[in-house]
Antibody, heavy 122, light 107 residues
Framework: EVQLLESGGGLVQAGGSLRLSCAAS????????MSWVRQAPGKGLEWVSS????????YYADSVRGRFTISRDSSKNTLYLQMNSLRADDTAVYFC???????????????WGQGTLVTVSS | DIQMTQSPSSVSASVGDRVIITCRAS??????LAWYQQKPGKAPELLIY???SLQSGVPSRFSGSGSGTDFTLTISSLQPEDFATYYC?????????FGQGTKLEIK
């Protein structure tokens, strides 16, 4: 069974930084596109960032571009989201998600990790 | 950006009912649409992808249809475990966007 385990969330002051990790098990992370999706408390889902299977292409929501960086470490089979210049409206549960199909395309999120809560205090 | 609008925002139904949730895109997205189910405190789960393809392990009472701008998710006979929030998502172009969600509640 594919498993994704996020970590790294917590409480941080506005302007601070956090790095989220998403450890993958039972599959090779570099064979799939991967994404981060967030959900503010009581709100809907917001796509944040994706990295293609090849790792060559990265994509960001306008709300995080220039502040967040998606990356992965194939040796650790782990996906990362480096978050800088955090703002109060970045407060959310952050989910990592694998693409349904192997390859470079980014389409369908399946499965998702359990999520990690990031709280930014102002 | 492509805006995704779901309706209704919430719906009350009984076990055994047939429920239809709609999702409209602000511009044509072909069949680049997915549906997810989310239960409280849990991560979303993929139900339908490419507008009408049923994800492995998902019960056949779930079905999806549509193309272009108008899509539907149909649950043919509600079961107790189906009460949850449902989201559509477009994968036609970045930034990928989700609908606002439809909360399915027990009548």
């Amino acid at each position: 069974e594919v498993q994704l385990l996020e970590s790294g969330g917590g409480l941080v002051q506005a302007g601070g930084s956090l790095r989220l990790s998403c450890a993958a098990s039972t599959f090779t992370l570099s064979s799939y596109a991967m994404s981060w999706v967030r959900q503010a408390p009581g709100k809907g889902l917001e796509w944040v960032s994706s990295i293609s299977g090849s790792g060559v292409s990265t994509y960001y929501a306008d709300s995080v571009r220039g502040r967040f960086t998606i990356s992965r470490d194939s040796s650790k089979n782990t996906l990362y989201l480096q978050m800088n210049s955090l703002r109060a409206d970045d407060t959310a549960v952050y989910f990592c998600a694998k693409d349904l199909m192997a390859g470079t395309t980014i389409n369908w999120f399946d499965p998702w990790g359990q999520g990690t809560l990031v709280t930014v205090s102002s | 950006d492509i805006q995704m609008t779901q309706s209704p925002s919430s719906v009350s139904a009984s076990v055994g009912d047939r429920v239809i949730i709609t999702c409209r895109a602000s511009q044509g997205i072909g069949s680049w649409l997915a549906w997810y189910q989310q239960k409280p405190g849990k991560a979303p789960e993929l139900l339908i992808y490419a507008a009408s393809s049923l994800q492995s392990g998902v019960p056949s009472r779930f079905s999806g249809s549509g193309s272009g701008t108008d899509f539907t998710l149909t649950i043919s006979s509600l079961q107790p475990e189906d009460f949850a929030t449902y989201y559509c998502q477009q994968a036609n172009s970045f930034p990928y966007t989700f609908g606002q969600g439809t909360k399915l509640e027990i009548k």
